[in-house]
């Protein structure tokens, strides 16, 4: 709410004055009386208690006029943003291999896979402006959104992401395809795929290599994280009992095949051992990945000054009214 005549309100000063013109006692009596004790004796009706109110509905009456007369106007911002966009996939492994259980989240020990699920949606809720598609995958890619700007439901079809979803293996190259299939009639400007794996390439009929360098023709860049410790890790298991206990396993990721994607396709490759350090290589995906947003704010502003000059009126009428009764100065 701004004002058009803010100096209007150097008028609230003649108030005091006009309600003193208006409500100040006649230097002559309407009636005359030898002694006033008596008067003082005699119970106090309801118009002498309410005798306040004339005064005070004069008074807001004048206010609400000179709001009025500053004219108070209601300004509506627009904003127009003109950005360079981009539309960004994001592949997730969810092959068994996830189930490891080398991070830590919130104090407690957890498997791969909820750490990537949870870091993944903090990377969504920061990508404000971009297109983003999610897949899964393992032996085969299993598309969990398309591109699309609904960050709120991205986010929940993350959530439902689970281990061995889709029939186990790792198709490193069959996952970056699908992901350029998303790409493939995509206008924006940049096009990012963002790889996530703890394995080493052993299903799909597309090398890894392959796919790279159908990506880098598209002008697709991928970032390759390999998540996951390269020695041995902890797995849950179950004895001849059900009861569950875990077994140390060799879990170990093609380093060097990841590497080799990211070159080709003019990305970064990362390596994620801990909670931190995969949340710090998206922040630095983040950051790699952003444009320039130029944005035009407009103002436009609403005239409000109709509901103060009908408060006025309304309340000056009502004021005028009680006074011509016995609320007024007439005895």
């Given at each position: 709410m701004i004002w058009a005549w803010p100096w209007m309100a150097a008028l609230v000063l003649c108030v005091p004055v006009l309600c003193y013109w208006r409500f100040a006692p006649r230097r002559r009596a309407p009636l005359r009386f030898s002694d006033g004790r008596a008067l003082r004796r005699l119970p106090r009706s309801w118009a002498v208690r309410a005798r306040f109110v004339p005064p005070v509905l004069y008074c807001a009456g004048l206010l609400a006029l000179i709001a009025a007369l500053a004219q108070p106007q209601h300004g509506i911002d627009e904003r127009r943003i003109n950005r360079e966009a981009i539309d960004m996939v994001l592949l997730i492994d969810v092959s068994s291999s996830m189930l490891a259980e080398d991070f830590h989240l919130d104090g407690r020990r957890v498997n791969r896979m909820e750490v990537c699920v949870h870091t993944?949606?903090?990377?969504?809720?920061?990508?404000?402006?971009?297109?983003?598609?999610?897949?899964?995958?393992?032996?085969?890619?299993?598309?969990?959104?398309?591109?699309?700007?609904?960050?709120?439901?991205?986010?929940q079809q993350v959530g439902r992401i689970e281990i061995a979803m889709v029939q186990d293996g790792t198709a490193i190259g069959s996952a970056i395809a699908s992901g350029l299939n998303r790409?493939?009639?995509?206008?924006?400007?940049?096009?990012?795929?963002?790889?996530?794996?703890d394995g080493v390439n052993n299903a799909g009929n597309i090398s890894p290599e392959n796919a790279a360098r159908a990506a880098a023709a598209l002008g697709v860049r991928v970032h390759a994280i390999g998540a996951g410790t390269q020695d041995y890790a902890p797995f849950p298991a179950r004895d001849p009992f059900g009861r569950q206990h875990y077994v140390q396993r060799r879990a170990v990721f093609d380093?060097?095949?990841?590497?080799?994607?990211?070159?080709?396709?003019?990305?970064?490759y990362f390596h994620a051992d801990d909670t931190e350090a995969l949340r710090q290589i998206y922040e630095a995906i983040d950051e790699l990945e952003r444009t320039e947003i130029e944005v035009h704010e407009y103002t436009r502003y609403e005239e409000r000054f109709m509901a103060f000059l009908w408060w006025a009126i309304g309340l000056l009428t009502l004021e005028r009214v009680l006074s011509l009764g016995r609320l007024g100065r007439w005895p």
């Open positions: 993944a949606q903090e990377f969504i809720r920061r990508r404000r402006n971009d297109r983003i598609s999610v897949i899964a995958f393992a032996g085969v890619p299993f598309v969990m959104a398309p591109l699309t700007f609904d960050h709120g439901w991205l986010q790409l493939r009639d995509s206008e924006a400007e940049s096009k990012v795929i963002v790889l996530l794996t380093e060097e095949q990841l590497k080799r994607i990211a070159d080709i396709t003019g990305g970064q």
